[in-house]
Every structure is written in structure tokens, then in C-alpha cells.
């Protein structure tokens, strides 16, 4: 993660952790980097060791399928054109995908059902 997103990595969130209270205090760290760096989500698949009363109101705790709606929500197209991407590459290292290939791949095995349908009737304009 480093290498490909050098901004990503937050410092400075020690004197943060423990005041949140979470249920599992191994979390405390995640939401301390949130607020230091104003983000807008914490993406988790673990929502119960995020309570919504515990959490400052300007984070919202999602999913990864609530993400991904969201953020293909905000620009189908450029969702589509990440799929595209995404089969102009694929066929390196594995099976040649289309793009309907991979939307299938993204519904079946992630269950990203409303991401996929806003990109396919994207595709139909």
C-alpha cells in the first residue's frame, strides 16, 4: 500500500487511541487515523466493533458492498471506464475478460449487485 498510495498512511494518531471506547480496543487505532485525516468513511466488514455512538457523526462506518455503490453512485462512468481498463488488461496472467465478464465476476463473487447494475445500464447509454 505504501508504494502504490504514499498518502494513504496517517501518523500522529497515538495520542487519539483508547478515547473512543470500542468494543475491541485493537480498533482504536483505525478511527484515530480517520479523524486525523478528515475521512469521510471507514470501510469494514466488521460493524459491530464500530458503534455508530461511539464514532465521530462525520465518519460514516460502511460495508465494502455500501462503498462500492456509493462510489460508482457519485460517477457510473467512470466506473465503466475502470472496467474497461480493467479488460483491456486482464488476459496478462490469466483468461482474456470483457467487461461483461468482469461485472459478472464482481456480482458473483462479491455480491456487488447495485455497483454492477448502475455500471451495466451506464453501458446502455
Not at 55 to 82: G, W
Not at 98 to 112: H, T, V
Amino acid at each position: 500500500m505504501r508504494l502504490m498510495f504514499p498518502d494513504a498512511e496517517t501518523q500522529g494518531w497515538e495520542p487519539l487511541e483508547g478515547t473512543f471506547d470500542l468494543p475491541d480496543i485493537d480498533d482504536e487505532h483505525v478511527v484515530a487515523a480517520a479523524v486525523l485525516a478528515k475521512a469521510g468513511a471507514i470501510v469494514t466488514e466488521n460493524a459491530k466493533d464500530f458503534p455508530s455512538d461511539r464514532i465521530p457523526p462525520q465518519i460514516k462506518i460502511l460495508s465494502a458492498r455500501e462503498f462500492c455503490r456509493d462510489t460508482v453512485e457519485m460517477n457510473p462512468q467512470l466506473a465503466l471506464r475502470a472496467v474497461r481498463e480493467m479488460a483491456a488488461r486482464s488476459g496478462r496472467s490469466g483468461p482474456r475478460l470483457d467487461e461483461g465478464s468482469i461485472l459478472d465476476i464482481l456480482e458473483q463473487r462479491y455480491s456487488l449487485h447495485e455497483a454492477t447494475a448502475m455500471i451495466r445500464e451506464s453501458m446502455n447509454l
